[in-house]
């Protein structure tokens, strides 16, 4: 059974950083496209970002492009969102996602396995 587990959350100052992270356990890390969502207080969950199972693509939300990077570790099992330039509205609970296949990778509805969540919390 595929497993993801998300790591690296908290509470940082606004224009800060942090980098999340999340490993997955149970199959073949490579064989995935992985991504990050949210989901803020009395709202959908939205895209952040994926990656394709070999790491030459990337896809970004409006908002958060050029602050966010996603990037794998396919050694460590592992993906990761780098954080920068954090603003208040970041402030939500971010999941990461994986799925086989890659061609609606900001669809919600495509992913199959999905993380407990992190909690990211960015003050004013």
């Known amino acids: 059974q595929v497993q993801l587990t998300e790591s690296g959350g908290g509470l940082v100052q606004a224009g800060g950083s942090l980098k999340l992270s999340c490993v997955v356990s149970?199959?073949?890390?490579?064989?995935?496209?992985m991504a990050w969502f949210r989901q803020a207080p009395g709202k959908e969950r939205e895209f952040v970002a994926a990656i394709r199972w070999d790491g030459y693509q990337r896809k970004y939300a409006d908002s958060v492009k050029g602050r966010f990077t996603i990037s794998r570790d396919d050694a460590k099992n592992t993906v990761y969102l780098q954080m920068n330039s954090l603003k208040p509205e970041d402030t939500a609970v971010y999941y990461c996602?994986?799925?086989?296949?890659?061609?609606?990778?900001?669809?919600?509805?495509?992913?199959?396995?999905w993380g407990q969540g992190t909690q990211v919390t960015v003050s004013s």
């Open positions: 149970g199959d073949t890390f490579s064989r995935y496209s």
């Open positions: 996602a994986g799925d086989r296949s890659w061609g609606q990778a900001s669809n919600i509805h495509v992913y199959d396995y």
